[in-house]
């Protein structure tokens, strides 16, 4: 058998080994596995971090834009509707400050795990230096604060507030919009930046409401309990026994920190995450400074386009987030060259990166059987990568123990522990750190169902699926606007694809306001053919039953999708969709959208 037959069969294994793992994974239930936090369990929604709702007064009558959402999205909607001098903007938010994402989730150890100069939105507006490479959270809630500050935000937005109704009155051209605090604000133009990994949700474990200790969800993180906000002391945990559901990137950032400073820390596992290399550095002030204007644009462009495989004469960010794309460029070269042919060179790269990911589990955990639990058997990207310098080391210390799932996941909780794999280990606290909601619609999510044109909803119009144009307009409801939603794009980078759609949007609003118009609505036929493009040829967000991907929220938890056809993202990656919106907005018709 030649070296190449060889290889191709090695990695064929691999593959045949990646099946029996997802499908040991594959559960019915899917999604319905997770129970929201509604009812008996509201209170993992509530705010640990502003537990006082501040009084103020009834906000009553116009504004020119509503934005719903105080995070990196409505930061930058508002920003660069200032930037054309719109800055009449009101920010309606339900976090008592800005931040959204960096406003919940606060955990020790949170951090960011995109580079901080292409992440942190708006850093040469503000003449801000992250401090890292990798920038920590209270940082870059700080930095959120900054930009409302910077762009005079504070003083319009409403805080601890939930929009929950928002109505197209036609004759007056503007949406009501209701809260939950009894406000009635007039817009001329309301955006959702409602964020997409924001509702926390929980595992059915059997069992879940029996437990007599404390548990909470790492992005309600509760300090009072733990000890010591924003550092790695958390002095309440000293004499307490701690388990942590979950592996994915946020347990990554919280356990090196619970191994730290609790008595025992039991980890529940259900599927290993990949943890690549952080090196993580402060930032070089000298190298900082001598940037040129505009480099933070060139740079998030450079990473967007490195990590999706368009051309770049240099990789700047240069991480571990590029280096697969460096490896399947590698071994497609490779295989113009000779000496793989035969290999598929998209397995091989793949196959090269988990062995990579995989020997350094070997390489930093002792125990050789927690190291071979650690291991991931799938591709990358599966899963969110993580990059951890610390993560894997944790399992060395004495008071951490691994308790593996074998995929099958914790299989009940009782009165005083958790029980897995039928031994039950008794805790004083569970830590859920299990994610978000994610695919579930808009309603549930952010309790909001806009009534546009005609009493219709927006429930009812998406009821087969949502109907758009790039993402951003839906019939019947003009002057409204969407960020970061469906039928757009999916960028690592997120503020990337916020704030493209931001500029969008705020071209848009320019136009209309220079030429005195109004109303703002995308034509039938404009959102047709988005949908069918989309339909057509989008970018799968998910292949179940195809993919040898575990289940995970990247692929609705293995299962097929209801109308997830609508789902897709713009074919060809966020580099075309970005070019795309930029062309279209440049050339000054807009076409598909009708201003009146
Ligand atoms: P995830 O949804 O990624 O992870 C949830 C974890 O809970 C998984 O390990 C899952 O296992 C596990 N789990 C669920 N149910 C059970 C069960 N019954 N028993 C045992 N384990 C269970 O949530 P995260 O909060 O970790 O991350 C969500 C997203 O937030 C990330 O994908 C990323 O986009 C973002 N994020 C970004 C960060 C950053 O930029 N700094 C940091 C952290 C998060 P399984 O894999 O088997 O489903």
């Known amino acids: 058998m030649s070296k190449n037959e060889n290889l191709t069969e090695t990695i064929e294994k691999m593959r045949e080994k990646y099946r029996i793992e997802r499908e040991k994974r594959l559960r019915s239930d899917g999604s319905d596995q997770y129970i929201e936090v509604e009812g008996k369990f509201s209170h993992f929604n509530q705010d640990p971090y502003s537990k006082e709702v501040k009084k103020r007064e009834v906000r009553k009558g116009k504004t020119d834009v509503v934005i719903v959402g105080g995070g990196f999205g ?15 903007t009101t920010v309606i938010e339900e976090g008592a400050d800005f931040g959204g994402t960096w406003y ?3 955990y020790p150890g949170a951090q960011c795990d995109i580079e901080s100069y292409v992440y942190m939105p708006l850093l040469e507006e503000l003449g801000y230096m992250p401090s890292e490479k990798y920038a920590h959270a209270d940082e870059i809630f700080e930095h959120s604060k900054a930009i409302g500050e910077h762009y005079g935000l504070y003083e319009k937005a ?3 507030t939930k929009m929950t109704d928002a109505e197209w009155d036609e004759n007056g051209a503007a949406w009501n919009v209701v809260t939950d605090r009894g406000d009635k604000v007039e817009a001329k133009f309301l955006v959702l930046a409602t964020g997409n990994l924001t509702k926390p949700k929980l595992p059915g474990i059997h069992g879940i409401q029996k437990f007599e200790g404390h548990m909470f969800h790492t992005s309600r993180w509760d300090y009072d309990y733990t000890g010591t906000d ?9 004499n307490k026994r701690v388990a942590i559901i979950g592996s994915g990137a946020t347990a990554v950032q919280v356990i090196p920190n619970l191994a730290n400073c609790a008595k025992h820390v039991y980890v529940c596992q259900r599927t290993p995450s990949t943890i690549d290399i952080r090196g993580n550095a402060p930032t070089d002030k000298n190298w900082f400074e001598n940037m040129k204007p505009g480099w933070q644009e060139s740079r998030i462009e450079n990473f967007t386009n490195v990590t999706n495989g368009v051309p770049e004469a240099e990789d700047l960010v240069a991480d571990a987030w590029t280096d697969l794309m460096h490896k399947m460029i590698e071994a497609h070269r490779e295989k113009k060259r000779g000496p793989y042919q035969g290999i598929d060179p998209t397995k091989l790269a793949q196959y090269r990166k988990m062995e990579e990911i995989r020997a350094r589990v070997d390489q930093i955990v002792e125990d050789d059987a927690a190291a071979e639990a650690l291991k991931p058997y799938y591709d990358m990207f599966c899963k969110r990568p993580c990059f951890h310098d610390e993560y894997l080391g944790a399992f060395n210390n004495d008071n951490v123990s691994l308790l593996d799932t074998d995929g099958r996941g914790v299989d009940a909780i009782t009165a005083s522990g958790i029980v897995v794999r039928g031994q039950e280990y008794p805790v004083d606290c569970i830590i859920f750190a299990t994610g978000f909601e994610v695919g579930s619609s808009m309603q549930r999510r952010v309790g909001i169902d806009l009534v546009g044109t005609k009493g219709i909803k927006l429930s009812e119009k998406w009821r087969e699926g949502p109907r758009t144009l790039h993402g951003i307009h839906t019939r019947g409801f003009p002057n409204c606007f969407i960020l970061g939603g469906v039928q757009s794009t999916i960028a690592f980078n997120v503020p990337h694809h916020l704030d493209q759609q931001a500029r969008t949007i705020a071209d848009i609003l320019n136009h209309a306001r220079k030429e005195n118009f109004v109303k703002v609505e995308v034509s039938e036929k404009a959102e047709k053919d988005w949908v069918e493009d989309i339909i057509g040829s989008g970018q799968k967000v998910s292949a179940p039953g195809q993919d040898p991907c575990t289940p995970g929220y990247y692929n609705n938890e293995g299962q097929p999708m209801k109308n997830g056809r609508y789902l897709r993202a713009y074919e060809g990656g966020p580099t075309r969709y970005f070019r795309k919106l930029r062309e279209w907005r440049s050339s000054d018709d807009y076409k598909g959208i009708s201003f009146s």
């Open 74 to 88: 409505g930061l930058l909607m508002a920003a660069r509707l200032s930037s054309i001098g719109y800055t009449d």
């Open 158 to 160: 409403l805080f601890q």
């Open 230 to 238: 924003g550092s790695k002391d958390l002095t309440g945990l000293g």
């Open 104 to 106: 919940w989730n606060r």
